[in-house]
């Protein structure tokens, strides 16, 4: 079965740019597209980053996606570090027209 | 706006039932897959089922696979998911969201389910 691997934490400082990696187990991540959620403490995930690097409506031009085919990675970018960044963030792929999440990430900005 | 309101969630005996439901509105539901995904507490999201735009195409996850019904009813702009011989396990925030492809992937604000004695 496919699977998504993230780091577990991350901490970084206001106003720094900081990178959340999520790496697929087999196959090309390329293959299918990879979407970014963030989860606040106490609320629904909402979409950060969609179709690898689209930024929806909303979401500050702070976060981008990318990927990476000769790690077999997604990335998470995010500049300019803000406290109300911190939270946890998701990667999301598919297999074979099923969701497959990374374990989440927390995100810690002090 | 796009809105998912999901409801239905509670407290349940294991080995009980329950169905949950997700009134779409603000954008043309008939036109995109759905998905329920769940969060255990303290845990990860977790993907659970998801219907393509016409009930054509149906997926389960292996934890729920035999026990979990997913439908839509396009004419009502709604999803639902029966849930049957609920487990301890199963006790989690379910939450619905509409796949793309083209646009972001939206998500409801989650229901609450409890399954215990």
């Known amino acids: 079965n496919f699977m998504l691997t993230q780091p577990h934490s991350v901490s970084e400082s206001p106003g720094k740019t900081v990178t959340i990696s999520c790496t697929g187990s087999?196959?090309?991540?390329?293959?299918?597209?990879v979407q970014w959620y963030q989860q606040r403490p106490g609320s629904a995930p909402t979409t950060v980053i969609y179709?690898?690097?689209?930024?929806p409506s909303g979401v500050p031009d702070r976060f981008s996606g990318s990927i990476d085919s000769s790690s077999n990675s997604a990335s998470l970018t995010i500049s300019g570090l803000k406290t109300e960044d911190e939270a946890d963030y998701y990667c999301?792929?598919?297999?074979?027209?099923?969701?497959?999440f990374g374990g989440g990430t927390k995100l810690t900005v002090l | 706006e796009v809105q998912l309101v999901e409801s239905g969630g509670g407290l349940v005996k294991p080995g009980g039932s329950l169905r949950l439901s997700c009134a779409a509105s603000?954008?043309?539901?008939?036109?995109?897959?759905m998905n329920w995904v769940r969060q255990a507490p303290g845990k990860g999201l977790e993907w659970v089922s998801s219907?393509?735009?016409?009930?054509?195409?149906?997926y389960y996850a292996d934890s729920v696979k035999g026990r979990f019904t997913i439908s839509r009813d396009n004419a009502k702009n709604s999803l639902y998911l029966q849930m049957n011989s609920l487990r301890a396990e199963d006790t989690a925030v379910y939450y619905c969201?509409?796949?793309?492809?083209?646009?972001?992937?939206?998500w409801g604000q989650g229901t609450l389910v409890t399954v215990s004695s």
């Open positions: 179709e690898d690097n689209q930024r």
């Open positions: 219907i393509s735009s016409s009930s054509s195409y149906i």
């Open positions: 603000g954008f043309t539901f008939s036109s995109y897959s």
């Open positions: 087999s196959g090309s991540i390329a293959s299918n597209y």
């Open positions: 999301q792929s598919y297999d074979s027209s099923i969701w497959v």
């Open positions: 969201a509409r796949d793309g492809p083209g646009i972001a992937v939206a």
